[in-house]
């Protein structure tokens, strides 16, 4: 187990050194980001608020009893509120909010939008990587057929998002993506920005 989680934290290193938008750049990227997202038809994809400290459950937990799982800090539960407040100041329109079934997720999605529908493909597979290859084909054309209205908010962890995107993200952090161009069209959606609560 200890190992599993060594190598994820690797590769969540690595990630981040190959993404899209270099972390760096945040701050450059926020004011475009808000931009992209007004525009409606993008897909909002966000990884869980900041937690209490600890990476993966405690063992044996349940979903459905988040009193087993690892669940938003403070900071995390202020921070969501502050994302939402940000995204409403700056016009853009929330379409579906689709959550993993964890509940550090859903209390991200309900403190920031005021509503979330679980959607399994969503639900994390740090502990099992069984069921990746066919979650990530499920989000991603998700993500590809999304035109709106509004913007999709899907909901996650850090190795879903990184499945799906090959983009490495911070808690509190989410990428905006939109409809590929014609000449990239095999993938279906391209990194337009980041966010960060």
Known sequence: MIDRRRRWLKLGA???LTAAVPRGSLAATTGPALVELAAGGRVLLLRHAATTPGIGDPAGFRLGDCATQRNLSDAGRDAARALGARLAAAGVS???????????CLDTATLAFGRAERWPPLDSF????RT?????AEVRARIAAWRGPGTLVLVTHMVNIAAITGASTAMGEALVLAPAPASRQAAGFELVGRLSL
């Open 126 to 129: 740090f502990e099992d990587r």
């Open 132 to 136: 990746e290859p066919t979650q990530t």
């Open 14 to 16: 690595a990630w981040a």
């Open 94 to 104: 929330i379409g579906p909010v689709l959550s993993s079934g964890w509940c550090r």
